[in-house]
């Protein structure tokens, strides 16, 4: 059912010491930092030959990743992006097999402007799985 990995998102304190992380050392190709308000992050975009790297840094108060930096405080990753076909085929078929889907269950548009849902870590190995509409 999955396909492609879409991108590795990794949360980061400090999203420009992150960038030339990737853009020095690591030698990538690294995107303008994008503040995101309505998903509570700026972000920043790696592309890679072969998939993509999504830098998270937390924009606001409420901002989803948050919780996971106090954890994890010099950061890491935070989620993996499958891409679907067809995202509501693959969310009733992750549901009839007792699979979590996060929020109310509908998808939401992402970061990249496509129909996104994640799923429970729990259910997946302890990450948090991300599907996007190919
Ligand atoms: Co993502």
Not at 5 to 27: F, Q
Not at 80 to 102: F, N, P, S, T
Request: charged share 25%.
């Amino acid at each position: 059912m999955i396909g492609r990995l879409n991108h590795v998102a990794i949360a980061v304190r400090d999203i420009a010491k992150a960038s030339e992380v990737y853009r020095k050392t690591l030698g990538a190709e690294v995107s303008a930092a994008v503040p995101q308000p309505t998903h509570g992050v700026t972000t920043v975009f790696i592309n890679l030959p072969n998939t993509k790297i999504e830098l998270l840094e937390p924009l606001g108060e409420a901002s989803p990743i948050l919780k996971f930096l106090e954890k994890n405080t010099d950061g890491g990753i935070h989620h993996v992006c499958y891409e679907v076909d067809d995202i509501l085929a693959a969310r009733d078929r992750l549901k009839a097999q007792g699979a979590r889907v996060l929020g109310d269950g509908e998808p939401k548009t992402g970061a990249h402007g496509k129909p996104v849902l994640f799923l429970h870590p729990k259910d997946f190995c302890g990450t948090l799985v991300e599907l996007e509409q190919a």
